[in-house]
């Protein structure tokens, strides 16, 4: 299949809660980013975090497979820090193939858990 998507995208929205009303792994307070590399080679993804009140962190880099998704939750990331909880930030991903970056927050922080997922802004 030939890649499709960009090299450069931007996520503006970002926010780890600290807290969770449940303690499975699937209902703890997250963001994800799934990413899709539908190319035949593997890319290879560089993450930088920016914040409104500090210099940015990162990269965390990752490497989605040729012809595969990953679906990265920021809460994992920690080389070379954690993002920190109860911060806004934002997130640049820079890739060296064409992938698809899509942002899904679940916030369980009440019993009635809230789902946001939106696709992000491509750049290049």
Known sequence: MEAIGRKRWAIAEGYIPSQSSF???ALI???TACILNAGNRDA???ITIFFADRDPIGPYRVTVAARRTLHLRFNDLDDPQPIPRDTDYSSVFESDEAII???TRLD???SEVSLLSTTAYADA
């Open 23 to 25: 303690s499975e792994r």
């Open 29 to 31: 307070s997250h963001e």
């Open 44 to 46: 290879h993804v560089a």
């Open 101 to 103: 970056v899509q942002h």
């Open 108 to 110: 369980s922080r009440h």
